[in-house]
């Protein structure tokens, strides 16, 4: 999961992901989407919700 958030937003998103875990899940989400595989699963949207992240905070 950090490898693909590092990948597609760089490691200064990285690591503001690891400051506060709750942008992780909908940050996951969106690399997944920028990414060209598109196969990899991704986290639901209520339980980024529930962790209190939004789609791309």
């Keep these: ?3 693909t958030i590092e990948q597609a937003f760089g490691r ?15 940050r ?8 060209p595989s ?3 699963a991704t986290w639901s949207p209520a339980l980024g919700a529930a962790f209190g992240g939004g789609p791309n905070e």
Excluded: F, S, W
């Excluded at 200064?12 to 909908?26: H, T, W, Y």
């Excluded at 996951?28 to 990414?35: L, T």
């Design 1 to 3: 999961m950090a490898v």
């Design 12 to 26: 200064a998103e990285l690591i503001r992901c690891m400051r506060d875990p709750r942008r992780a899940l909908a």
């Design 28 to 35: 996951y989400n969106a690399a997944v989407a920028k990414g």
């Design 38 to 40: 598109g196969t990899a």
